[in-house]
């Protein structure tokens, strides 16, 4: 299946209403006839930081490559909104998606989550959230060197404790600005790799960063959809940080990781 190499087409910033709060979105199109398959796209950066600036250039690169629409979703953060807001807002936007993507030129039977860091963490919950609600058919999960697991107790938190991008002191600081106290950290809709039931779940795609606090809970993800019956790919890049897809000039891993991510959207989403 051929990569596309045209650019985006056209970039809409809108706001719609989650219960009487603002969220943001941005809507990537490709160019070509719709209705276009669509991938939510949940930023990283701790669930504190990021926004849709920071990930406006990969959301490009995979709206142009792929050729699918993009939909970045800029939900509410600490220290302001603490969990469950960020994830309520991730739900909102995918039905909102779901329910209004004919009168914006996208297909909601080609529907795919994806993100990077926390959001493919957030992106596995609303895979998960997705199955038991039904009627919001996900076709694809693509997540990027996830937060799987806010219980820290993994080797890869202390073989990479320090000196790889992510620390494990900002991990930490990260999820206690994020988690509330009077949240359990092994809660799924948090620590999605404790969810009981993976069965029936979207096929996934699953990168890894080899030098990476979080790679481990990443790696007991992958063998748990597997035991699930989940179709799932998955591959690591054993001398790369967290973070790397999002420097494609500066890493060929990270260029080959990105086009990996955009075949592997055209083949789920039937993109031709």
């Known amino acids: 299946m051929a990569?596309?190499?045209t650019m985006v087409l056209r970039v809409t910033d809108l706001t719609i209403d989650n219960h009487g709060r603002p969220l943001p979105l941005r809507i990537y199109l490709p160019p070509g006839p719709g209705p276009h398959a669509v991938l939510m796209f949940f930023h990283g950066g701790g669930w504190v930081t990021g926004d849709?600036?920071?990930?406006?250039g990969f959301c490009r690169l995979l709206c142009g490559w792929a050729g699918c629409a993009v939909v970045a979703v800029d939900y509410a953060r600490p220290p302001e909104h603490v969990f469950p807001a960020a994830l309520e807002d991730c739900c909102c936007a995918t039905q909102w998606v779901?329910?209004?993507a004919a009168a914006i030129g996208l297909d909601a039977s080609r529907l795919a989550v994806g993100g990077g860091g926390s959001g493919g963490g957030l992106a596995a919950v609303i895979c998960q959230w997705a199955r038991k609600k039904r009627k919001v058919?996900?076709?694809f999960q693509l997540l990027l060197y996830p937060?799987?697991?806010?219980?820290?107790?993994?080797?890869?938190?202390?073989h990479f404790a320090e000196g790889h991008g992510l620390t494990a002191q900002m991990l930490e600081w990260y999820?206690?600005?994020?988690?509330?106290?009077?949240i359990a950290r092994d809660d799924p809709r948090v620590s999605p790799v404790r969810c009981k039931n993976l069965r029936g779940l979207a096929p996934a795609l699953i990168l890894t960063s080899g030098q990476d606090v979080l790679r481990d809970e990443s790696r007991n993800y992958v063998q748990r959809l597997k035991e699930a019956g989940v179709e799932v790919r998955h591959l690591e890049y054993d001398n790369m940080p967290h973070g790397f897809i999002n420097y494609p000039a500066q890493h060929d891993?990270?260029?080959?990781?990105?086009?990996?991510?955009a075949r592997s959207l055209q083949e789920h989403l039937q993109i031709s």
Do not use: F, G
């Not at 849709?52 to 406006?56: F, R, S, V």
């Open 175 to 182: 999820i206690a600005h994020y988690v509330p106290r009077s």
């Open 98 to 100: 779901v329910e209004h």
């Open 137 to 139: 058919p996900i076709a």
């Open 52 to 56: 849709l600036d920071t990930h406006d």
């Open 253 to 261: 891993e990270a260029r080959q990781a990105l086009l990996l991510c």
């Open 3 to 5: 990569l596309r190499t």
């Open 147 to 158: 937060l799987l697991d806010c219980i820290t107790n993994n080797p890869s938190h202390e």
